[in-house]
């Protein structure tokens, strides 16, 4: 088994559960695993890029750099190594948002609307393209699957506001 893709695959579990935890859970009581499900998705992110740099790369910047862009280039036809630097401030802007939530006392949304949706959508961003675009079977199957389901609920959700 190849760690690096484990801790991403685990990372991304705990990722999709959170959010499936948030769209479709009704009572917040019955919520409290969400917050520990974001948090835990956060923090197996750390140790992915951790492993990642320590087992794979082998503490090589320059490493990760061709690799990167090597994959880029097997997938889309142009050798960039940049998105390793989105990768980067995937990490940051996650773990700035479960310290954002931790901090204001609870998981409920307590900033502006367009900063919320902004972290969600750059978050959303990051997953699908590493998921959807990069990957191949079970893993792409799932992050679809989760993907949609969370898309699904949300459209509900708005309907709902709408009519009421």
Request: positive net charge; hydrophobic residues 55%; contains cysteine.
């Amino acid at each position: 088994m190849d760690p690096v893709r484990v801790s991403a695959d685990v990372a991304l579990l705990a990722f999709l559960l959170a959010w499936l935890l948030r769209v479709y859970s009704n009572d917040r009581q019955q919520n409290r695993v969400e917050p520990w499900a974001y948090g835990l998705g956060g923090v197996l992110m750390v140790v992915h890029v951790l492993i990642a740099y320590g087992v794979f790369h082998h503490w090589s910047h320059a490493s990760a750099l061709a690799h990167t862009a090597q994959q880029t280039e097997r997938v889309v036809g142009w050798s960039f190594g940049g998105g390793l630097y989105f990768n980067f401030v995937f990490v940051v802007v996650y773990l700035a948002d479960i310290a954002w939530r931790i901090r204001c006392g609870g998981w409920k949304n307590r900033r502006p609307h367009w900063l919320a949706v902004g972290v969600d959508l750059f978050l959303w961003f990051i997953v699908a393209m590493s998921t959807i675009v990069f990957e191949t079977g079970v893993v792409r199957m799932v992050a679809v699957a989760g993907l949609l389901a969370v898309i699904t609920a949300r459209c509900r959700t708005a309907f709902r506001l709408r009519r009421s």
